[in-house]
């Protein structure tokens, strides 16, 4: 069988190519570059009134904002992503709400959390130590009282930034 393919091979070494389009040349070869395609943005529900509200949370000063109508209407401090483990700076959306979400990949409780986009970066009640440390894996911990105040008034579709 070895024998017949490499026979094969060696007669179609012998064929012409010329007018094939198959010529060796020295010129590169020009490839159409590829076209870039975005990636479809998934499309979560919005609950009433989305638009009215918005939080902003500061790094630097380890605090989160809510606004209502432009408004300030509650603050509290945050714990966010330590060193390794940074929480995300940008614009997201407030996507899902689970009062008594429980973490699979700590296997850890995670009350009144709000999730954003498709990061696994949520608000959710938990430790925060003082002197606006960073000590949580890139979620936005907020204390159980404030989490619970921002989860019964926010609805999913809030916008959230995140900022130094």
Same mark, same amino acid.
Not at 36 to 53: C, H, I, N, Q
């Given at each position: 069988?070895?024998?017949?393919? +490499?026979?094969?091979?060696?007669?179609?070494?012998?064929?012409?190519?010329?007018?094939?389009?198959?010529? #060796?040349?020295?010129?590169?070869? &020009?490839?159409?570059? @590829?076209?870039?395609? /975005?990636?479809?943005? @998934?499309?979560? @529900?919005?609950? $009433? %009134?989305?638009?009215?509200?918005?939080?902003?949370? $500061?790094?630097?000063? #380890?605090?989160?904002?809510?606004? #209502? $109508?432009?408004?300030?209407?509650?603050?509290?401090?945050? +714990?966010?992503?330590?060193?390794?483990? /940074?929480? /995300? =700076? %940008? *614009?997201?959306?407030?996507?899902? =709400?689970?009062?008594?979400?429980?973490?699979?990949?700590?296997?850890?409780?995670? /009350?009144? #959390?709000?999730?954003?986009? *498709?990061?696994?970066? +949520?608000?959710?009640?938990?430790?925060? &130590?003082?002197?606006?440390?960073?000590? +949580?894996?890139?979620?936005?911990?907020?204390?159980?009282? =404030?989490?619970?105040?921002?989860?019964?008034?926010?609805?999913?579709?809030? =916008?959230?930034?995140?900022? $130094?």
């Amino acid at each position: 069988m070895a024998g017949r393919i +490499s026979r094969i091979l060696g007669l179609c070494a012998l064929l012409p190519l010329t007018g094939l389009g198959l010529e #060796q040349t020295d010129a590169p070869v &020009p490839f159409p570059a @590829p076209t870039p395609v /975005p990636a479809p943005t @998934p499309e979560y @529900p919005k609950d $009433d %009134g989305w638009e009215r509200f918005e939080i902003v949370v $500061d790094l630097s000063e #380890q605090t989160a904002t809510l606004y #209502q $109508d432009g408004t300030v209407i509650n603050e509290s401090a945050t +714990s966010t992503g330590r060193r390794g483990h /940074p929480t /995300p =700076k %940008g *614009e997201f959306t407030i996507v899902e =709400k689970n009062r008594h979400h429980r973490s699979t990949l700590y296997n850890a409780e995670m /009350p009144f #959390q709000m999730r954003l986009n *498709e990061w696994s970066i +949520s608000f959710h009640a938990g430790y925060v &130590p003082g002197g606006a440390r960073r000590a +949580s894996h890139g979620c936005i911990r907020l204390p159980r009282e =404030k989490a619970a105040e921002f989860f019964a008034v926010v609805p999913r579709g809030t =916008k959230v930034t995140i900022e $130094d």
